[in-house]
């Protein structure tokens, strides 16, 4: 059974930064291309990065590039994601997801229909 569990999520102000990370148990995290995605009140959860299952690969929302970094630690079975310089608009319940299949190809790094798994999310607020 997959277990997804983000934490570092909390309160900042804009132009600050803060981390979460997300610990998976259930399968092998290395043979799964992850992602975050974001939900802010009364929005549609939004694709934020990914990662491929190698971490070689990287894709980010136009919203957050240059500033969001998305990484992974295969050793750990946990993937990162920093974020600086954050706008108040970055406020949201932050998840991360998990691939169904095994070595994703690319092209499905940033489609929410690619992940069947899902943790529970962490709450980012950013002051203003």
């Known amino acids: 059974q997959v277990h997804l569990v983000e934490s570092g999520g909390g309160l900042v102000q804009a132009g600050g930064s803060l981390s979460v990370s997300c610990a998976a148990s259930g399968r092998t995290f290395s043979n799964y291309a992850m992602g975050w995605f974001r939900q802010a009140p009364g929005k549609e959860r939004e694709f934020v990065a990914a990662i491929s299952y190698t971490g070689g690969t990287t894709t980010y929302a136009d919203s957050v590039k240059g500033r969001f970094t998305i990484s992974r630690d295969n050793a750990k079975n946990t993937m990162y994601l920093q974020m600086h310089n954050l706008r108040p608009e970055a406020a949201a319940v932050y998840y991360c997801?998990?691939?169904?299949?095994?070595?994703?190809?690319?092209?499905?790094?940033?489609?929410?229909?690619?992940?069947?798994?899902w943790g529970q999310g962490t709450q980012v607020t950013v002051s203003s």
């Open positions: 997801a998990q691939q169904g299949t095994v070595w994703g190809p690319l092209r499905t790094l940033a489609r929410r229909e690619s992940y069947p798994y």
